[in-house]
């Protein structure tokens, strides 16, 4: 069962803007931390950000400055708006939902490309 659905991914120029979209209608979405995470051919999947059930926010280094984490829990939607996107940033993009009793739920993940 889908428990989360990624929207918003696509082909962006270097220095392009995406907004991505995790819906969770099926969970309690207000008691999971949110979290981003993208996967690069060949690479292990990383953690880009968080946001926890009060707002609090942290952002992997790389990725710091250029996005943003948000969440409207009244729409059970998590979004992260991606700024001066760089090639680098190519990647899967995964949501992530995280209980704290120790449940989780995943998305399938929405593509995000970024080249000339």
């Known amino acids: 069962q889908v428990q989360l659905v990624e929207s918003g991914g696509g082909l962006v120029q270097p220095g392009g803007s995406l907004r991505l979209s995790c819906a969770g209608p099926?969970?309690?979405?207000?008691?999971?931390?949110m979290s981003w995470y993208r996967q690069a051919p060949g690479k292990q999947r990383e953690l880009v950000a968080t946001?926890?059930?009060?707002?609090?926010?942290n952002y992997a280094d790389a990725v710091k400055g250029r996005f943003a984490i948000f969440r409207d829990n009244a729409l059970k939607t998590a979004y992260l708006q991606m700024d001066s996107l760089k090639p680098e940033d190519t990647a899967v993009y995964y949501c992530?939902?995280?209980?704290?009793?120790?449940?989780?739920?995943w998305g399938q993940g929405t593509q995000v490309t970024v080249s000339s």
């Open positions: 992530n939902g995280a209980g704290r009793n120790g449940d989780e739920y």
């Open positions: 099926g969970i309690a979405f207000s008691l999971n931390a």
């Open positions: 946001i926890g059930i009060f707002g609090s926010t």
